[in-house]
């Protein structure tokens, strides 16, 4: 039998078929789902429950108190805040529950997203490369690459950089971030970064 090289609290609980990647760390009280797949080097807070068939990439930080459901993507190097919702029905009903994996709509967050503490994401929503969601807000529609997503509903409130700081783009609709130095543009609403 292969040795583990992950950690999970004794009081989680992994079902059987699920998927932990090497170096992932699972705190107290979590609950994994059968066929879910966790990569390398995670960190899952406390109290954090992973539905069956979800996708987490490598180096995701999701902290206390988060439930992803199934039809949930987290691509790479994706931070998830304390408390963040993600939800997987687009018209819950008690009386006609949506209960299989056909009835769920599929949310995906890209790489180096970051999720803010007590955000909402609607389902059947994408965050782009490098979005932010604000702590609190309601996003209802995708957040375009490297967005502030603000308020409720979300609203683009401005753009960040790769590293998290906010970036502000001059008359020419190029822009330079102050921390790490690294270079964009602005086309049509769209942002990416300069190679």
Same mark, same amino acid.
């Given at each position: 039998?292969?040795?583990?090289?992950?950690?999970?609290?004794?009081?989680?609980?992994?079902?059987?078929?699920?998927?932990?990647?090497?170096?992932?760390?699972?705190?107290?009280?979590?609950?994994?789902?059968?066929?879910?797949?966790?990569?390398? @080097?995670?960190?899952?807070?406390?109290?954090?429950?992973? $539905?069956?068939?979800?996708?987490?990439? @490598?180096?995701?930080?999701?902290?206390?108190?988060?439930?992803?459901?199934?039809?949930?993507?987290?691509?790479? @190097?994706?931070?998830?805040?304390?408390?963040?919702?993600?939800?997987?029905?687009?018209?819950?009903?008690?009386?006609?529950?949506?209960?299989?994996?056909?009835?769920?709509?599929?949310?995906?967050?890209?790489?180096?997203?970051?999720?803010?503490?007590?955000?909402?994401?609607?389902?059947?929503?994408?965050?782009?490369?490098?979005?932010?969601?604000?702590?609190?807000?309601?996003?209802?529609?995708?957040?375009?690459?490297?967005?502030?997503?603000?308020?409720?509903?979300?609203?683009?409130?401005?753009?960040?950089?790769?590293?998290?700081?906010?970036?502000?783009?001059?008359?020419?609709?190029?822009?330079?971030?102050?921390?790490?130095?690294? $270079?964009?543009?602005?086309?049509?609403?769209?942002?990416?970064?300069?190679?």
């Amino acid at each position: 039998m292969a040795e583990k090289r992950y950690f999970v609290h004794p009081s989680s609980h992994i079902e059987s078929g699920a998927s932990i990647g090497d170096g992932t760390e699972i705190w107290h009280f979590c609950r994994v789902m059968s066929h879910a797949r966790i990569g390398r @080097d995670c960190s899952v807070g406390q109290n954090v429950f992973i $539905d069956r068939n979800v996708i987490i990439g @490598d180096n995701v930080k999701i902290q206390n108190n988060v439930s992803v459901y199934e039809g949930v993507t987290l691509e790479d @190097d994706v931070f998830v805040g304390t408390s963040a919702v993600f939800t997987n029905v687009l018209a819950p009903r008690a009386r006609f529950p949506r209960t299989h994996a056909s009835g769920f709509q599929k949310t995906l967050v890209r790489r180096g997203a970051t999720i803010g503490a007590n955000a909402t994401i609607g389902c059947g929503t994408t965050v782009g490369v490098c979005a932010f969601v604000g702590p609190g807000a309601v996003l209802t529609r995708d957040a375009p690459d490297h967005a502030l997503m603000m308020g409720v509903p979300a609203r683009v409130a401005g753009w960040t950089c790769a590293c998290g700081r906010k970036i502000v783009f001059n008359e020419r609709n190029s822009a330079r971030c102050t921390s790490c130095r690294r $270079d964009y543009v602005r086309r049509g609403g769209q942002v990416r970064e300069k190679q």
